[in-house]
T-cell receptor, first 111, second 114 residues
Framework: GEDVEQSLFLSVREGDSSVINCTYT??????LYWYKQEPGAGLQLLTY?????DMKQDQRLTVLLNKKDKHLSLRIADTQTGDSAIYFC???????????FGRGTSLIVHP | KAGVTQTPRYLIKTRGQQVTLSCSPI?????VSWYQQTPGQGLQFLFE???????NKGNFPGRFSGRQFSNSRSEMNVSTLELGDSALYLC?????????????FGPGTRLTVL
């Protein structure tokens, strides 16, 4: 199975909160990342969390890390239509030199 | 600081041709990684270069190759193009490497093989 798993789609109404979830398998992960990809563009780093943290907040974004369950989430408060994009979760582990990416979650925000 | 730049942004080629894509990393970044992104396979790692040396390689055929220059700029080459090579090719740079530092991605080169 995949090392990093995400659900493929999430649909929310403008103004609501969005929660995008990610699970990973390698307990030696050091950094965990969230990237955003808008149509036709590359990946934009949104935020990251170090594995010795359990929460990080950055304006409308909140990252929660549950190391015991190997679960990472990204919460976007007051979701706007401009937040519509694909969101990728990625992890760096001590054992693997190259970060592992999830397949991405398509966030659709409708008015 | 300027971000990662990739040229060209779009390419159309025919089967059997070869193509070269270019990536300029963020100033001061010595590691450059290449990824292939397709709807079916997601983001797949191609290779990573540091100080002009390939340090790591993904599971792609030998038709895919790359190099890095002394100024850290990198190129990747695909020979004998196949239809399945149509994809968005992303380049990412990091200060020392993707396992220790955050990667920053370029906008990608969209390659279409007809």
């Amino acid at each position: 199975g995949e090392d990093v798993e995400q659900s493929l789609f999430l649909s929310v109404r403008e103004g609501d909160s969005s929660v995008i979830n990610c699970t990973y398998t390698d307990s030696s992960s050091t950094y965990l990342y969230w990237y955003k990809q808008e149509p036709g563009a590359g990946l934009q780093l949104l935020t990251y969390i170090f594995s010795n943290m359990d929460m990080k907040q950055d304006q409308r974004l909140t990252v929660l890390l549950n190391k015991k369950d190997k679960h990472l989430s990204l919460r976007i408060a007051d979701t706007q239509t401009g937040d519509s994009a694909i969101y990728f979760c990625a992890e760096n582990t001590g054992g693997s030199y190259i970060p592992t990416f999830g397949r991405g979650t398509s966030l659709i925000v409708h008015p | 600081k300027a971000g990662v730049t990739q040229t060209p942004r779009y390419l159309i080629k025919t089967r059997g041709q070869q193509v070269t894509l270019s990536c300029s990393p963020i100033s001061g970044h010595r590691s450059v990684s290449w990824y292939q992104q397709t709807p079916g396979q997601g983001l797949q790692f191609l290779f990573e270069y540091f100080s002009e040396t390939q340090r790591n390689k993904g599971n792609f055929p030998g038709r895919f190759s790359g190099r890095q220059f002394s100024n850290s700029r990198s190129e990747m080459n695909v020979s004998t193009l196949e239809l399945g090579d149509s994809a968005l090719y992303l380049c990412a740079s990091a200060v020392r490497g993707p396992s220790t530092d955050t990667q920053y991605f370029g906008p990608g080169t969209r390659l279409t093989v007809l």
